[in-house]
């Protein structure tokens, strides 16, 4: 509680003095590559989404191949700030994982990542680039040993380390202030997005989309769009492979009900007696039982809408994204491809849909040579 | 006065800190949990803290987290807690649940204070919870005549000592190591400190739990504190043991052990 104060308190000042804004921005631009490019995908568009315009945010063209660097640049600037040494973090996919490992290395701090071993397992090639980057590893191999049994861990060291060391939480989720601090550095994605748009289309789009695990990506995308009240903001949970039974879905706006998850309140996958159900996705990186708040607050208000994607609609998404665009996407962005066509062919040809592509799916080639059988 | 009250001033009254014992209900399974605390309270454990499993148990070590998950897969469910509470209170033992707080959430705060107010529980050990968040606990525990523990840790700076220790009842629950729960082979200094801090703010008595596991360390901590809590060690020699009788047995030769340095302390 006393490290959220510090936290909070740190985060605070960081914000509003122009030195570390202007380090940060400078990062994110020489070192991360944004602004990311607004691809347009015409040939997706016209033969697998009904037609509509689909414009992609390239974040999986951010160093390290995913949004993930934008959070994990500023959190760790503000552990060197607070005088801290040590960066902690859990990972699901490991893109967050190699998002943090990166910038430790870059600015010369110790890493440890948690990964539920299951995840260590179909995402071996992250587990890799994090090794390479200097970061230690460490599986994790309680509960279901996946993304909420990393996270479950990563607390239990943050307790035991908290004066030397940083949880650098990668999604919108846990205690105050990390969902309103990751949202504020990923909100990047939508400043530039929406004017990338105006820039290129002319107008707004009919729709945002993006794939809600946590949902860092898409509050990312989203936020910049919610005065926009003609825009539709349209979350893409991860379905699984069960027709939503317990256990084989990891849709929690959907299927789930209020309750406390790793000290945040929010929606929460779980039995009548508030213990957390186990989850399954064909995506590492959307696995998760909770979500971050403010998705559920955007639920609850009416300004988003989310729908759930199994596992075999975000394996067409990604086999049509890489067939007509040349571009693989992640597991988890694969899911926001598969809610596009759907879309595209619900609203027709006269909509312009933007599409957060949030990484990119070279940690997922394994996983679907399997499922292609190829 | 709640049984918790009642407990701690006995002790104060023969002029030594009170014992604690933990262990989650449900392990290693429902009726030997119950034999095992009753036995530790036969063997010297003043008060007794029954766990409520919990499938995300952030704040446990792994000892206490295995049993934890062994309890669930076992079956165990809130009704059986409330079981082996009003077991243990019966046995006119002092009877504490110690649960993350989304299970309370779920059941109701207002039904599960109703509920084990009526079994006999004394009331609720919060490691999750912050006075700030805790909504209409407060209330409800006064009605029902609950205890309400909150935990400080040596790095709550003062105020949210102030804030922490005001909302109490009963005691004020001090983790001594920063950390998750688990035996320590030595005491962490900082729990002296933290103790000394916490009745600066408060009246009511101060225990110190994580980390304790053996009678020299039990001796240590009662030298400053009103209450000594120990719940990974009970947990180990039940997980240790081979059968129920071995569980038991093991729980109560621990709780005499721990007794004895409690008095020494």
New interface residues.
Partial sequence: MAALEQLEKEYDAARRDPEFTAELDDLLKNYAGRPTLLTEAKRFGAHRAGGARIMLKREDLAHTGSHKINNVLGQVLLTKRMGKTRVIAETGAGQHGVATATACALLGLECVVYMGEEDTRRQALNVSRMRMLGAEVIPVTTGTRTLKDAMNDAFRDWVATVGNTHYCIGSVGGPHPFPMMVRDFQRIIGVEARQQILDQAGRLPDAVVACVGGGSNAIGVFHAFIPDTDVRLVGCEAGGDGGGRPYRTAATLGLGSPGVLHGMRTYVLQDAEGQTLGTHSISAGLDYPGVGPEHSWLKDAGRATYRSVSDSEAMEGFSALCTTEGIIPALESSHAVAGAMSLGRELGPDALILVNLSGRGDKDVATASAWFGV | MSAVTTAFTKAAAADRAALIGYLPAGFPDKATAIKAAIAMAEAGADIIEVGLP?????????VI??AV?RA?TNGT??ADVLDTVGAIASAGVATLVMTY???????GVDAFARDLASVGGSGLITP?L?PEEAGIWPEVSARYGLDRVFLV?P???DH?IARITSACSGFVYAAS????TGARSAVDSSAVGLVERAREHTGLPVAVGVGVSNSEQAAEVAGFADGVIVGTAFVRRLGDAISGEGAVSAARDLAADLAQGIRRG
């Fill in positions: 919990y499938s995300d148990p952030v704040m446990d070590g792994p987290a295995n998950h669930l469910r809130v707080w989304n299970p309370i959430a779920q059941y999750d912050t840790a790095s709550s700076p949210r190591l920063m950390g998750t």
